[in-house]
């Protein structure tokens, strides 16, 4: 495409990824937009990498990765708000049928497997993130990367601002309505 830099949005465990793309390649991110990203920061230390991570259920990781219909339920019931819409038994049984045929298991085993060895952590390496305009946006009630985290974030690149999403009880996952604090943020 001919592009030299590039603005990045990310959320989640994708947060991580580009926080990491930034720091091997700076002079080919522009802005950064990180998203409820917060789940790989202070990991504690676990005998079991399934049991690693940050979620408000027990099962750290492993209820990211589903290997079950009823544990894609248990993942779909902590990233929705409005459960009665979106968490039905035909989202379900979709949800689990897209994972199983695109491997995305694999993506988020390797990447837990890594944080569990303590490799490619980000951590201590945030302030790096400073020489990029980064924007840090954090639900308050996110059951998956709480909001500590997402100030950890912040606090850790100088320079970056923070927000915090007008919808009150936003989850995880954003919705279409999520653009707007987005738009109104000025960034």
């Given at each position: 495409?001919g592009?030299?830099?590039?603005?990045?949005?990310?959320?989640?465990?994708?947060?991580?990824?580009?926080?990491?793309?930034?720091?091997?390649a700076?002079?080919?991110?522009?802005?950064?937009?990180?998203?409820?990203?917060?789940?790989?920061?202070?990991?504690?230390e676990?005998?079991?990498?399934?049991?690693?991570?940050?979620?408000?259920?027990?099962?750290?990781?492993?209820?990211?990765?589903?290997?079950?219909?009823?544990?894609a339920?248990?993942?779909?019931?902590?990233v929705?708000y409005?459960?009665?819409?979106?968490v039905?038994?035909?989202?379900?049984?979709?949800?689990?049928?897209q994972?199983?045929?695109v491997?995305?298991?694999?993506?988020?085993?390797?990447?837990?497997?890594?944080?569990?060895?303590?490799?490619?952590?980000?951590?201590?390496?945030?302030?790096?993130?400073?020489n990029?305009?980064?924007?840090?946006?954090?639900?308050?009630?996110?059951?998956?990367?709480?909001?500590?985290?997402?100030?950890?974030?912040?606090?850790?690149?100088?320079?970056?601002?923070?927000?915090?999403w007008?919808?009150?009880?936003?989850?995880?996952?954003?919705?279409?309505?999520?653009?707007?604090?987005?738009?109104?943020?000025?960034?």
């Amino acid at each position: 495409m001919g592009w030299e830099k590039a603005d990045i949005v990310a959320q989640s465990m994708g947060g991580h990824v580009a926080g990491l793309l930034t720091l091997d390649a700076p002079s080919k991110v522009g802005k950064l937009v990180l998203l409820n990203a917060g789940y790989c920061l202070a990991l504690p230390e676990v005998a079991d990498p399934l049991h690693l991570g940050h979620s408000q259920v027990a099962g750290g990781l492993k209820v990211l990765n589903p290997a079950t219909r009823n544990e894609a339920a248990e993942l779909l019931n902590m990233v929705f708000y409005d459960k009665k819409s979106f968490v039905t038994s035909e989202v379900i049984d979709a949800f689990f049928a897209q994972r199983l045929a695109v491997l995305d298991g694999w993506s988020i085993r390797s990447i837990s497997e890594s944080w569990a060895r303590r490799e490619n952590t980000i951590d201590d390496r945030l302030s790096g993130l400073g020489n990029h305009d980064v924007l840090v946006m954090q639900a308050r009630h996110d059951e998956v990367a709480p909001l500590h985290l997402g100030i950890k974030i912040h606090e850790g690149i100088p320079g970056s601002k923070l927000i915090f999403w007008k919808i009150p009880a936003m989850p995880h996952l954003l919705r279409h309505q999520s653009c707007s604090t987005l738009n109104s943020s000025g960034f």
